[in-house]
């Protein structure tokens, strides 16, 4: 059975530079790429990938730690990370932890210790101070999405800011009475996000001098059927209910539009409506909203991932890698939102 040896007598190569070839790494040229793997073909050579880790002290495995799969936000945010780390030769371990913290001390535990990942990729989790100095212990590459880990690299959008935003857009076309659709307590874990958007929800009113009425912020589980059902609750009084809504998520938005049909409001004639998050559903609705792309917050962070191990132990101290970073966000206006219905 020929060897690496063989393939870079064969390619007229040195071992390292078949090595790197092979294995897909950087700093190799074009001909010497296609050199070493001609002369791999012609000899039946399959890269031992077992033999490449024990090498580099890699399993070429990342994993993924999210709350949640079936919901838009983390399905999408997957889907960049696969594509990503796929396209690089990397493989992908999700880990669906949900509200268990026993599932996720198993990942950071067990499965990090025993050096089964080479990195690790949280979405939407706070980890603790004890859970982060371990990983950075062994030598761990860490990347967050969704708020500031300190001492791990991470990608965030300001929801604080884009939720008052999204109101005072309301606020400036001429809305004066604007509800709120935010998560129930179930949700307002970790790093806090509905409670952080109805923040920049109530800030917005209170730099406009506006009312919040605590009858007008609803509780929903950030799908379109909760909101459906919080908003029907909220838009059934005939001649006391806002002329426009903030929803916290495109999906209650969506599910603020529906319950908005049922009793024969015309969005945004009657009731203006904008989301946030840029869900696809978005562009059918006529959705204004702000779009955070999460599938290319996922590719950032594997991008940002394969940046570390590839740096080493030490590549995030010398500034190459950003410690913290907002991802860039696109408000988009559609046809959900007007000015508010001339009043009697």
């Known amino acids: 059975m020929a060897g690496i040896k063989d393939v870079a007598d064969r390619a007229g190569l040195s071992i390292a530079t078949v090595s790197r070839a092979l294995s897909g790494k950087p700093n190799v040229s074009a001909k010497s790429r296609k050199l070493a793997m001609e002369a791999a073909g012609e000899l039946g050579f399959v890269p031992s990938y077992h033999a490449a880790s024990l090498a580099s002290g890699r399993n070429h495995n990342i994993g993924l730690v999210v709350p949640s799969i079936h919901r838009w936000y983390f399905s999408s945010v997957l889907e960049g990370v696969s594509e990503t780390l796929l396209d690089a030769g990397y493989d992908l371990t999700l880990y669906n932890v949900g509200d268990q913290p026993e599932r996720r001390h198993s990942v950071l535990n067990d499965f990090l210790l025993r050096k089964r990942l080479d990195a690790v990729i949280a979405v939407a989790l706070v980890l603790t101070d004890a859970e982060i100095q371990q990983l950075l212990a062994v030598h ?126 015309q969005v945004p004639r009657d009731l203006s409506v904008v989301g946030m998050d840029g869900h696809e559903l978005g562009e059918t609705f006529g959705l204004t909203t702000v779009d955070q792309d999460p599938r290319r917050q996922g590719v950032l962070a594997a991008a940002t991932a394969l940046q570390l191990l590839e740096a080493g132990p030490n590549g995030s101290d010398d500034g190459s890698v950003p410690a913290d970073q907002e991802f860039p966000t696109e408000f988009v206006i559609r046809t959900s939102t007007a000015v508010p219905p001339a009043g009697p």
């Open 140 to 265: 761990r590459p860490i990347v967050g999405i969704g708020g500031t880990l300190p001492g791990a690299s991470t990608i965030r959008i300001d929801d604080e800011r884009l939720a008052w935003m999204a109101t005072d857009h309301l606020i400036r076309l001429g809305h004066t009475r604007i509800g709120h659709v935010t998560g129930d307590a179930a949700l307002n874990q970790d790093f806090k996000l509905p409670g952080i958007r109805q923040g920049g929800y109530q800030k917005a009113m209170a730099a406009a001098g506006l009312e919040v009425r605590p009858e007008w912020q609803i509780t929903a589980d950030f799908t379109v059927q909760g909101a459906y059902a919080a908003a029907r609750r909220l838009l059934g009084g005939a001649t006391d209910r806002p002329t426009a809504i903030f929803a916290a998520s495109d999906e209650m938005a969506v599910g603020t539009i529906l319950a908005a049909r049922d009793f024969g409001l």
